[in-house]
């Protein structure tokens, strides 16, 4: 399978305990993002990697959430001192960046199967 | 601040027939669009794509009607197989951004009944 995975693909745990989350790509694509999903809403932006470079955080990732990517391979998300509220499933998306005769083209995320995260 | 909206969370279509799912967006520097398809407990499935310098991308049962001066697009699937049944996401990305990021619409719950 060339897919995006993501491990693992459930979580349960207690308030207050930190949670780590993996996702490897598509294997030649260098740009990864992570979205998080909560019932009824669509996937929102969190953070994105191109290669090994964190180059933007959204204002919903809060200083209890970080993310690396340290060889521009798999990701890593981890949430510090979990609180109900993270409660959602946390999606990672890939892509490939690429330039096409000058031009930068229009490039496709395929995201993963996602982990759901309970916080209880 | 929804920057994409979906305004129906549910559709309910006969199987054969067409099922319409539309999107409305606010921001005027997105300039290029995605569907997705969403099966519970799965990641979301890219369908198709448009480009804001066209108005129609088809792709099999799927077509996508981009209208700017509206800032409305919408997904047809003709004809509907019960398969089809998922939840949409119609999602955008903004021009000029070296980024990336997608903005996503809530989703439409599309049940194609046979």
């Known amino acids: 399978d060339t897919g995006v995975s993501q491990n693992p693909r459930h979580k349960i745990t207690k308030r207050g305990q930190n949670v780590t989350f993996r996702c490897d790509p598509i294997s030649e694509h260098n740009r990864l993002y992570w979205y998080r999903q909560t019932l009824g809403q669509g996937p929102e932006f969190l953070t994105y990697f191109q290669n090994e470079a964190q180059l933007e955080k959204s204002r919903l990732l809060s200083d209890r959430f970080s993310a690396e990517r340290p060889k521009g391979s798999f990701s890593t998300l981890e949430i510090q001192r979990t609180e109900q509220g993270d409660s959602a499933m946390y999606l990672c998306?890939?892509?490939?960046?690429?330039?096409?005769?000058?031009?930068?083209?229009?490039?496709?995320?395929?995201f993963g199967p996602g982990t759901r995260l309970l916080v209880l | 601040d929804q920057q994409v909206k979906q305004n129906s969370p549910s559709l309910s279509v006969q199987e054969g027939r067409i099922s319409i799912l539309n999107c409305d967006y606010t921001n005027s520097m997105f300039d290029y669009f995605l569907w997705y398809k969403k099966y519970p407990a799965e990641g979301p499935t890219f369908l198709i794509s448009i480009s804001s310098i066209k108005d129609k991308n088809e792709d099999g049962r799927f077509t996508v009607f981009l209208n700017k001066s509206a800032k409305h697009l919408s997904l047809h699937i003709v004809p509907s197989q019960p398969g089809d049944s998922a939840v949409y996401f119609c999602a955008a990305k903004s021009r000029g951004s070296t980024l990336g990021r997608l903005y996503f619409g809530r989703g439409t719950q599309l049940t194609v009944w046979p």
């Open positions: 998306a890939s892509s490939l960046r690429g330039i096409l005769a000058g031009v930068t083209y229009q490039e496709t995320q395929y």
